[in-house]
């Protein structure tokens, strides 16, 4: 059974571009979370989708956004990039919802370099 | 509201001996509590689960957790380590209805194990 799939694993962006990051679920899982790891902040909650509606948002600004698809896969996009945004994008699928102690599956991340 | 104390930001051991990596949570319901390791430039891959089937939790790689409920602690052991143990190591915990739904991270442990 194929693991939760992100792409691209490596980019480097320009400050105020937008980037857009995809993530392919573990088949059959119905949410997707994204958090962002940076060696400051740690592991932090971005996102949450569960049949393409958001269920939860963390604490990031309205540069940041996602959307997910009537497959589950999902996307997030960040506008006008900041060097601050510079992190390891992480991915999670599960069962159900995230948060109510189902178990969340990483894909390898996707690493955003911005300069 | 829920939270997680990773009590040691890193932790140094030698080949063979053994390891703990001590978690302390918050939760005002019986949380879901999780170990994840992550490897360097790699997704968080899970180690271990307890959702209150048993108090003592066996996990991959002959790691294994204790949920202890008087001392709100979930600590993370293993009897030998080797030297592909060599990881960060996230403490997490879930499930806290009426509130954010949202997983809570503990900042992390950095294994070192020497030869």
């Known amino acids: 059974k194929a693991g939760v799939t992100q792409t691209p694993r490596y980019l480097i962006k320009t400050r105020g571009q937008q980037v857009t990051l995809s993530c392919s679920p573990i088949?059959?899982?119905?949410?997707v979370s994204w958090y962002q790891q940076t060696p400051g902040q740690g592991l932090q909650f971005l996102f949450e989708?569960?049949?393409?509606?958001?269920?939860n948002k963390g604490n990031f600004p309205g540069r940041f956004s996602g959307r997910q698809f009537s497959n589950s896969r999902s996307e997030m996009n960040v506008s006008t990039l900041e060097l601050g945004d510079s992190a390891l994008y992480l991915c999670?699928?599960?069962?159900?919802?995230?948060?109510?102690?189902?178990?969340?599956?990483f894909g390898e991340g996707s690493w955003l370099t911005v300069v | 509201a829920q939270s997680v104390t990773q009590l040691d930001s890193h932790v140094s051991v030698s080949e063979g001996t053994p390891v703990l990596l001590r978690c302390n949570y918050s939760?005002?319901?019986?949380?879901?509590l999780f170990w994840y390791v992550q490897h360097p430039n790699k997704g968080l891959q899970l180690l271990l689960k307890?959702?209150?089937?048993?108090?003592l939790v066996k996990g991959i790689n002959g790691f294994e957790a204790e949920f202890k409920k008087s001392e709100t602690s979930f600590h993370l052991t293993k009897p030998s380590a080797h030297m592909s143990d060599a990881a960060e190591y996230f403490c997490?915990?879930?499930?806290?209805?009426?509130?954010?739904?949202?997983?809570?991270f503990g900042r992390g442990t950095s294994l070192i194990v020497h030869p």
């Open positions: 307890y959702t209150s089937a048993a108090t």
């Open positions: 999670a699928s599960s069962l159900g919802t995230a948060g109510t102690g189902n178990t969340i599956y």
């Open positions: 939760s005002s319901y019986s949380p879901s």
């Open positions: 989708y569960f049949s393409e509606t958001q269920r």
């Open positions: 997490v915990v879930s499930g806290a209805p009426g509130g954010s739904y949202i997983p809570t």
């Open positions: 088949s059959g899982h119905r949410s």
